[in-house]
Each structure stands twice: as structure tokens, then as C-alpha cells.
């Protein structure tokens, strides 16, 4: 039994002190869960949770984005003006000029890129700070969405395949299904890292912990699937951003560049001598990040219907990314994952839909969020500390 315990106590304290752990966040989140649950029975149900969703999907696609920044040790201020311009040419071009949404979406994302490499362009060619030239950018760009929104300041969005992003559901049993199917390829993945660790003669990770994980994502996901088929169902723009997600964390964990990112962030000096092109680097992660923000800013104005000069601002910028590191990435670069910006904007939503069910004020929600946010950023130095006293 004390052996046991003792496992147990090993298994928890390499799970808190790992470069990335979902266990802090899994933590926070469970124990958000019931106190809002306890002072009020409607959090969990599947309607709002359906919502909770529904408000968080363009959040978190942002700031995976901001992941992507902050694990090459560079920080992006635009991604929240980025993502209201891009969404407002998409819904000029398609609602007042008649453009069709295929063609209107390819244009916003296609501004985005532009962005992008331009922010990357002036980081790498002049070596200016990330922090100077985004913060320029925010400015820049805040004046270029007032000018195409000028003549009315709002557009409203009519029925049609941009307004239904946000607003279509899977059916009840392909729920389930997705949610089996991720299951498999969670366990058939666990199974094929403990061959490729056999045959490169190391020490496979435990059994008994990788089964745990196994066990945990399917009472979750098959939990979280019952629920919202209580309501409205799983949301294809749920899908859409594990889909992207998943896409990513492949790239950042199993490819070269992938890799780089991590070199980059953990040792920029070290990076440039084993011969990794920085700049390239570093001007593809503004690339896709602003292609990211684009996206979450399209999602956004499908949800609200309609586009104006304030979306985009309010405290999107702040929360996307304190949605990365709240979710688990580190600030100075070099450890964390995209999985982060999922994790970390359900804390904020869960802080933000639960003390809206409790009729508290925005000043409390904001104070509480930041409290979070503090606590994460102080853990993460602790641990960077601890790294570095064990070389």
C-alpha cells in the first residue's frame, strides 16, 4: 500500500514539474467546475456549456497563435486588431460588394499572411523588438478597420455559409463517434511512441500511466459528448478547432520545424549555430499566427452576426494571451503547446460564464482573471528556475 502511495506521489510531482503538464490546468479547471456547479446547478448543463463553447472557440484560436509566439520567445500585440480587420473585409466583401464567401474568406486570410510577414519582416530584417513592431501594428491596422467599416461602422451578417460556422451541430450518434475515434487515435499513438521507444532501445514511459490518460479522455470526452447532446450537440466549430490544433501540435511536436521552435525559444544563440534559419523561423510562426487571428476574428463575427470598429478590441488581446499561458506556455520562450490555448481560454471561460450565472460585476471578473493569471506566470517562473539550477 505505501509502495502505492509512493508511486502515486512520483507519478503526480513528474506531472506538475514536466515542460508541459495538463495536470495544473486539468486541476484548476475541475475545481472551477464544482465550485460553480455547487453555487449554481445551470454550469454544467449542456446548454451552457454549448455556449461556453460557442464563446471560446475564437478565443482559443487566437491564441494558439500566441503559443506559437511565445515558444520562439517573441509575443504578438495586433493578433486582436489583426483578427477584427481581417473579419471585416471578409464580411464588407461578401455582404456589400457580393462577393461570394469562399472568395471573401480567402481574401481576409490572405490579408492576414500579409500581416504577418510584414510584422516578421521588420523583426528579422531590422532586428526591432516583436513588442515595438506589433505594437505598432495594433495602431496601424485599428485605423485600417475604421476605414473600411467608415461609411456604417457596423455590418450585420444575413443568413448564409459565414453566419452558419458558428451556429451548425453534429448529430447526436456522430458525437459519439468523433469521440471514440479520438480515443483511438489517442491509444494507438500512446502505443506506437512505446514501440518506437522499444526499438530505439529506451525506457518506455509507464503503463499504468499512459492507460490513466487513456481513461481520463474517454470519461471526459464521452461526459462532455452526453451533455451537449442534451442541448444543441457537438458544434462543427468545436471540430474545426481540434482539428487545427491537433494539426499544429503534430508540426510543433514531430517536425523539424516543430523542433526549431523550441530550440529558438529555449536557446536563440545555440539555435543559430547548429545552423536553424531564425528568421525564416521566426517570420512563418508571425505568418500563421496572424492566419490564426484572421480565422478566430471570421468565427467571431459568425457567433455576434455582424462586424464593427470594436471588433476585435476590448480585452481579446489580453486574454489570448493569457489564455496561452494560463494554459501552460512559458513566457520566456522555448516550452509549452498549442494545446495550451484550448485549456487556457476554458479557465477563462469557466471564470467568465461562472460569475456571469452569479450576477457578478466585469470588475470582479477582470480582478479574478488576472489573480489566475498571476499565479500561472509565478509558476512558470518557478519551474524556469528550478530548470536552470538543475542545468
Request: positive net charge; proline residues 1%.
Amino acid at each position: 500500500m505505501q509502495k502505492q502511495e509512493q508511486v502515486i506521489k512520483l507519478w503526480f510531482r513528474k506531472q506538475l514539474t514536466a515542460d508541459f503538464s495538463i495536470l495544473p490546468v486539468g486541476i484548476s479547471l475541475l475545481f472551477l467546475s464544482i465550485i460553480f456547479q455547487t453555487l449554481n446547478h445551470r454550469f454544467l448543463s449542456g446548454e451552457n456549456l454549448a455556449n461556453l463553447i460557442s464563446q471560446n472557440v475564437p478565443l482559443a484560436l487566437i491564441a494558439t497563435g500566441s503559443v506559437l509566439m511565445l515558444l520562439i520567445g517573441e509575443i504578438d500585440l495586433s493578433v486582436g486588431v489583426v483578427s477584427g480587420l481581417c473579419s471585416s473585409i471578409v464580411i464588407s466583401l461578401n455582404v456589400t460588394k457580393g462577393w461570394s464567401p469562399v472568395g471573401s474568406i480567402a481574401v481576409g486570410l490572405a490579408v492576414g499572411a500579409i500581416i504577418g510577414l510584414s510584422n516578421g519582416f521588420f523583426v528579422t530584417k531590422f532586428g526591432l523588438p516583436s513588442f515595438v513592431v506589433t505594437l505598432a501594428g495594433l495602431l496601424t491596422w485599428q485605423g485600417v478597420q475604421f476605414t473600411v467599416l467608415h461609411s456604417s461602422g457596423t455590418i450585420n451578417l444575413p443568413d448564409g455559409f459565414i453566419s452558419s460556422l458558428m451556429s451548425t451541430y453534429l448529430s447526436q450518434s456522430m458525437g459519439y463517434y468523433l469521440a471514440l475515434f479520438t480515443i483511438l487515435i489517442y491509444a494507438l499513438s500512446i502505443i506506437n511512441n512505446f514501440r518506437k521507444r522499444k526499438n530505439a532501445g529506451l525506457k518506455a514511459k509507464s503503463r499504468k500511466g499512459s492507460a490513466l490518460k487513456v481513461l481520463l479522455l474517454a470519461v471526459v470526452s464521452l461526459s462532455l459528448v452526453r451533455l451537449l447532446n442534451s442541448s444543441r450537440g457537438v458544434s462543427k466549430a468545436m471540430v474545426f478547432l481540434l482539428i487545427v490544433v491537433s494539426i499544429i501540435d503534430y508540426v510543433t511536436r514531430r517536425t523539424r520545424f516543430g523542433r526549431n521552435l523550441f530550440a529558438i525559444g529555449g536557446n536563440l544563440e545555440a539555435a543559430s549555430r547548429v545552423g536553424i534559419n531564425v528568421k525564416r523561423v521566426k517570420i512563418a510562426v508571425f505568418i500563421i499566427g496572424a492566419i490564426l487571428a484572421s480565422t478566430g476574428g471570421i468565427f467571431a463575427s459568425s457567433r455576434l452576426l455582424a462586424v464593427s470598429t470594436q471588433s476585435g478590441g476590448s480585452d481579446l488581446l489580453l486574454n489570448a494571451i493569457a489564455a496561452a499561458v494560463i494554459g501552460g506556455t512559458s513566457l520566456f520562450g522555448g516550452r509549452g503547446s498549442v494545446w495550451a490555448a484550448i485549456l487556457g481560454a476554458l479557465v477563462i471561460g469557466f471564470i467568465s460564464n461562472g460569475m456571469d450565472l452569479m450576477n457578478f460585476g466585469s470588475e470582479t471578473k477582470l480582478i479574478v482573471t488576472g489573480l489566475v493569471l498571476l499565479a500561472a506566470v509565478s509558476v512558470d517562473s518557478v519551474l524556469r528556475s528550478k530548470y536552470r539550477k538543475r542545468g
